[in-house]
């Protein structure tokens, strides 16, 4: 191909409608023409025969893709190893697919013409970094944490209805009934009789419950070498502890410059206050969108803080003379945390 062949070529934008299996691409020109639409496997080779189609319509100048965090991922990790600009989309409105209908080629077509017209610019998170690695762990510990509680409301479940003899020897609460339940011995001769067989049934819940405290531990354990040599800052300030800290890291991603300053960052984080004001009342409240375990996170922060840092204390307290509710309090800490988070990770993602 000849150099005046290539600058005849049009520039182009390519939308993606992602799927588990399949991804279908939509190449469109700079003025709005659709050109093509073809659909890939989820493959290495799915993605080169991909990149080498939209080469082969026109010089590429982004890609306009839907769930670059999940089934996209693999995609967006390829296309940015070779150079190509990517941009994250958000998937079509509902009021979209009821006025022109929905396919996976209309699908990546909005994809494209978002890209176009300005309205996709953010940039994906990477995924080939260390706060991936922290993303895998965390994805197995809280999935961890979630089975021990399901295995203790059940443990106690099972109590309620177990008999007397074996209900009443059991001391209360979640912890001690299963350190007790895990030393039942059984008689596997008599598991007709229900007194037997409801202390193999708590036995069973006990020792899954310490299998999960084992594993829970060991993530935890892994999890805080990584956190510690990725965000020295930030686990240096108080209330912030590793699971936090995690969590931070994953909503904010390796490449944080992404975002255009701070309050970007707290929109994101659900910390970013919004007037809802109405007639005589005058207020604000936070954004309710964005990532809700980062939300999560920020709110745990604020409430050790509340407790243990005398500097919040006194916030609250002087706060609270000004007429402020609690709640309008801790909504303003969680504001201020989030900016506080973000350059904190700016300065250890050696990010300026």
Known sequence: MTTATIERQPDIIIGVDAHKHTHHA???????????????????????????????HGQIVAFGVESTGSYAAGLARFLTDHGIEVREVNTPHAHTKARVGKDDAIDAEAAARKVLAGEATAVPKRTDSVIESIRFLMVARDS??????????????????APAQIREQVPSGGRAAVTHCRKFRIDRSRLNDPAQAVKLALRALAMRVADLD????????????????????????????TIHAAQLLITAGENIDRFRGEAAFARLCGAAPVPVSSGKSHRMRLHRGGDRKANRALHMIAVVRLRYDPRTIDYMQRRLTEGLSKKDVLRCLKRFIAREVFHDLKTDLGTT
Do not use: H, M
């Open 26 to 56: 939509v190449a469109l020109t700079s003025t709005g023409k659709r050109l093509a639409n073809c659909a890939f496997p989820v493959t290495t080779r799915g993605y080169a025969d991909l990149l080498a189609w939209a080469n082969d």
């Open 144 to 161: 961890a944490v979630k089975a021990r509680t399901a295995a203790i409301v059940q443990l106690q479940d099972v109590l309620i209805t």
């Open 214 to 241: 084992t594993e829970i531990t060991d993530l935890e354990r892994s999890l805080s070498t990584l956190v510690e040599a990725t965000a020295p800052t930030l686990i240096s300030k108080i209330g912030i502890g």
